[in-house]
């Protein structure tokens, strides 16, 4: 009796989340209500702003009937040990907005939907490849809703005045702009600088911006095979050995060298970019209102996140929104309903648009809007990528101490990089 039990009931949990699959594909069409066996109330956590997704949220109960959602604002400071303490004490919502970052912390708590119900073609033809930090060997452990791809802003006046009509498309055209937009006061110290690399403590998301290097390169920086993750930071095996790319990052803090445009002398790059004493700044599409609130009178574009040159491929860092369903969850068939219908066009649209990013439906990527910024938004979130972060913290000291040692002396830059995979390993096997 109990094994028949558990059968119909893992039946169900698949109905719907085939149900999921043709709502992405379209084969249901947007507004319909959830399914017949699909009822009663289930609750959301996230830390998005009440504000900015209530009238996302009425508009979905108002298209879905059968059900309800009720959506729960969560501080970002306590997100993460609000969200545990409430699953381990058996009282946490149905679903919570999950960013990559803690992908692999919550992994064994959410409920992993199987490719028998989505497939692995499916998930990648309806979503850019950010989404599928989402995915391990077992299945779907989030549906991408929203991507923020790190792009580069840049300070239009500095180039106009030194005659530069573009900026850089290419990592090696800034060899050439750091001795034009570079400058020094007479005791040869740095006051208005091209780029802000070499460093780590006062560069915003320097984490980010060496994981896109290294990715850039042909290194995924972490690899999981059934389940089993292994930290592949100082893989050698790609194209560009990743020490070199590790070199080519400090050489920019390093006084000796001729690419030298950055030092601990100035405050973090996005205050020095909106002090318009940095030429690039290389941020998220997320940092948009923030830049121009810091400085309104600022004139500044946006551009793509530089490449390798003849790379047959482009990749820039992406965070990535998620919706997942907890694996506690008492109403665990309407929660897979209804995150199935959250990842359609339209509520997903509506999201990446209020939040001033992109989302993560590729067939949404074909119709960006017509704003000085969206386009390159949209553009990047399509080749953005991130990687199974198992530690937000512990891997932004790893790189840290990966950078520190290098421009200390005390370790050559394929020291550190072996050094930096072995804590990384550590940490994946906790």
């Not at 994981?211 to 972490?222: E, H, K, R, T, V």
């Not at 893989?235 to 001729?258: E, Q, R, W």
């Not at 101490?401 to 550190?416: F, W």
């Amino acid at each position: 009796m109990k094994s028949n039990f558990q059968i119909i009931t893992l039946v169900v949990f698949i109905a719907a989340a085939v149900l999921g699959v043709f709502v992405f594909s379209g084969a249901i069409p947007l507004g319909n209500s959830g399914s017949g066996s699909s009822s009663g109330t289930v609750v959301l956590w996230g830390t998005i702003k009440s504000q900015t997704i209530s009238p996302l949220i009425e508009n979905f109960n108002r298209s879905n009937t059968s059900f309800s959602l009720k959506y729960v604002e969560k501080s970002p400071d306590t997100f993460d040990s609000d969200l545990l303490e409430s699953l381990a004490s058996g009282t946490g919502p149905d679903m919570f907005l999950l960013p990559d970052n803690l992908v692999y912390k919550y992994s064994n708590k959410v409920y992993v939907i199987p490719y028998q119900s989505v497939p692995l073609s499916s998930f990648r033809n309806t979503f850019v490849e950010a989404g599928e930090v989402f995915l391990n060997s077992k299945g779907v452990l989030a549906l991408p809703l929203a991507v923020d791809p790190m792009v580069m802003y840049y300070n239009r006046n500095m180039l106009d005045s030194n005659g530069i009509t573009n900026p850089p498309m290419y990592w090696d055209e800034f060899a050439n702009l750091v001795p034009v937009l570079t400058q020094k006061d007479q005791n040869g110290s740095i006051t208005k600088s091209t780029v802000a690399l070499g460093q780590f403590s006062n560069i915003s998301n320097a984490k980010e911006i060496l994981a896109s290097l290294f990715m850039q390169s042909g290194d995924p920086i972490i690899s999981e095979n059934n389940g089993e993750y292994v930290s592949l930071l100082s893989s050698s095996t790609t194209k560009y050995d990743p020490s070199s790319v590790l070199k080519f990052y400090t050489d920019f803090a390093d006084p000796l060298k001729t690419s030298y445009s950055w030092n601990k002398s100035f405050p973090s790059s996005s205050d020095a970019f909106s002090a318009e004493e940095l030429a690039f700044y290389f941020g998220f599409a997320s940092e948009l209102p923030s830049l121009i609130n810091k400085n309104p009178n600022q004139n500044f574009s946006v551009a793509s996140f530089p490449q390798v040159r003849n790379a047959n491929f482009k990749l820039t860092f992406a965070h990535t929104l998620g919706i997942a369903i907890s694996s506690f969850s008492k109403n665990q068939n309407t929660a897979i309903t209804a995150a199935g219908l959250l990842a359609s066009g339209d509520f997903a649209s509506k999201l990446a648009s209020s939040l001033g990013i992109a989302p993560a439906r590729r067939d949404l990527l074909k119709s960006a809007p017509t704003d000085a910024y969206s386009p390159t938004f949209y553009s990047s979130a399509l080749y953005g990528r991130s990687f199974m972060d198992p530690s937000p913290k512990d891997t932004n000291d790893i790189f840290s101490n990966m950078i520190e040692k290098v421009l200390s002396g005390s370790m050559t830059p394929e020291q550190a990089l072996r050094d930096a995979s072995a804590k990384l390993g550590l940490l994946l096997t906790k």
